[in-house]
């Protein structure tokens, strides 16, 4: 019997992982990425000696990817290597005191002691109601379909109990008093594009999440993942095309049929996965009279997450004698008043919040000798804002260094040998994501489960969405669980 075929759109983490997953159960399968090597969102940038994770650097639930691996009875041990990260992040507010944050609970018993002895309690109580949040949301309902209303109504009663309705900034102010403190146990939201305001508490559980598995980096960067599944994908028979921009999902009698390509090739498939943006993949890649869910409206309807700032650097000393960690929040004046200018009012703020990214404090491998290696990532309004990013992109690259100058990295601006930044357009037009959103689709309740693009295509019912914007959401959890439905989703519906 001839091998039925699959094509996946995109070569981020989940159009990576669900290609590897059905080269595995014997499918034909192959990767269209219009970019010049894989990756996505984890694409690499080289420069100067230096290698840079363009996409996510905090690896939780490793298990995940020893999952795919399995599954074509391989070791993923001997494809990448994971090392543990001490502490998970060094948090500092904005006069540059630190609270170091790890899974080990009396060392973060001891670091709340530091600010606020009366919140132990209170902290000891938010980590027991998170892990029934986290036994429903995650182990239950990740790697559910919810392709149909009946799905979301069975699990209400549940979400209700567990005060879904509520934002994670609201359910941890429950039980911590300390404002530094609420900060530090509820910023989550804001790695998977959600802002702690709004983001339904169920998010709550990423904090139970990186406690039950702890937070690793991939030695040789998140781009040695990518290039060890890309590798095992090969060795499963897959193909690969670089370069290959899509310029249309082909439809017939209701079905999706194909590709074609930007230099007019076709090329059929007995099924589709995008893990392009879904807005993009509805919008420009299918033609509106096809669409009777789909349709352009719902998707110009739909909140997007914030978007990103990204400057990545390299120096030509060691900062080993810093205050920083590998992974560093560094929080500024305000909270609440600066994710409401990025979320709420869209406008481009005078002060910041940054995540502050050093690997080579961890894998020196990743920049020259006696060098040191960052990435630096502000949140900011997606482009509904219209901060005209051509002229405001230099001057805010320079406030941010002139921040990190004069309070984490002194002589930093003159011993900088390497350098690149990305901002919203980038999201837009080389990401192909709606808004410049560097997350897709904004996880409110409104917007989760259910009510979030689909894993399978209400119009076509052998194309099939994974990635950040479809559900379960963001963050590699949930982008490799998607993978996992669509796996599914596939060989049930092509057997």
């Known amino acids: 019997m001839k091998k039925r075929k699959v094509i996946v759109i995109g070569s981020g983490f989940g159009g990576l992982a669900t290609a590897c997953r059905l080269a595995a159960r014997g499918y034909e399968v192959e990767i269209f990425e219009k970019r010049d090597k894989l990756g996505g969102r984890g694409y690499v940038y080289e420069m100067n ?13 490793p298990f995940m990817f020893d999952d795919i691996f399995q599954a074509a009875g391989r070791n993923r041990a001997d494809y ?13 507010d904005h006069q540059g005191k630190e609270f170091n944050y790890n899974n080990d609970p009396e060392y973060i018993l001891s670091e709340i002691d530091r600010w606020s002895p009366e919140d132990k309690k209170g902290y000891q109580e938010f980590i027991a109601t998170t892990k029934p949040i986290f036994e429903k949301g ?8 919810f392709l149909h209303v009946t799905d979301m109504l069975k699990v209400a009663p549940d979400l209700i109990r567990l005060q879904s309705y509520k934002s994670v900034y609201q359910y941890v102010s429950q039980f911590v008093s300390n404002d530094f403190l609420r900060m530090v146990f509820s910023f989550h939201p804001l790695l998977v594009g959600g802002n702690p305001f709004e983001t339904t508490s169920i998010y709550a559980m990423i904090h139970y999440l990186e406690r039950e598995w702890g937070v690793f980096f991939a030695k040789g960067g998140t781009g040695a993942i990518v290039d060890a599944m890309e590798k095992l994908f090969k060795e499963l028979g897959g193909k690969v ?33 995008s893990n392009a943006d879904p807005a993009f993949t509805y919008t420009r890649l299918i033609q509106p009279h096809y669409r009777r869910v789909n349709t352009n409206a719902r998707y110009q309807r739909m909140r997007y997450s914030m978007s990103l700032f ?7 000393r060691r900062y080993t004698d810093s205050r920083l960690a590998h992974h560093n929040i560094i929080l500024g004046p305000r909270y609440k008043g600066l994710l409401d200018d990025i979320f709420k009012k869209k406008t481009l703020a005078d002060d910041f919040s940054l ?16 060098h040191e ?5 502000s949140p900011v309004p997606h482009l509904g804002s219209g901060v005209d990013w051509k002229t405001m992109a230099r001057p805010y690259r320079d406030r941010i260094m002139q921040f990190l100058e004069d309070n984490y990295l002194p002589g930093l601006q003159s011993s900088i040998v390497a350098e690149h ?32 693009p689909h894993n399978r295509s209400e119009d076509f019912s052998n194309l099939y969405l994974v990635g950040a914007g479809t559900h379960p959401g963001a963050g590699l959890p949930g982008v490799l669980s998607s993978a996992v439905i669509a796996e599914n989703l596939i060989s049930e519906d092509l057997q």
């Open 49 to 61: 000696g230096f290698k840079f994770d363009g996409g996510p650097t905090v690896i939780t639930a």
């Open 80 to 92: 990448v290597e994971f090392v543990p990260v001490n502490p998970f992040y060094r948090i500092f």
């Open 138 to 145: 995650f182990l239950e309902l990740a790697d559910q379909p």
């Open 241 to 273: 095309h670089l370069k290959a921009e899509i310029q249309e999902i082909l439809v017939e009698d209701k079905k999706v049929s194909g590709v074609r390509l930007a230099d007019g090739s076709i090329h059929r498939a007995d099924a589709i996965v």
């Open 310 to 316: 990204v400057i990545y650097f390299g120096t030509n």
């Open 355 to 370: 995540y502050l990214h050093m690997p080579t404090i961890t894998d020196p491998s990743l920049a020259p000798e006696g």
């Open 373 to 377: 290696a960052f990435y630096v990532l």
């Open 421 to 452: 930044y990305i901002d919203p357009l980038h999201f837009q037009n080389t990401l192909n994501s709606y808004q410049g959103a560097a997350f897709s689709v904004e996880p409110i309740l409104t917007q989760s489960a259910w009510f979030r």
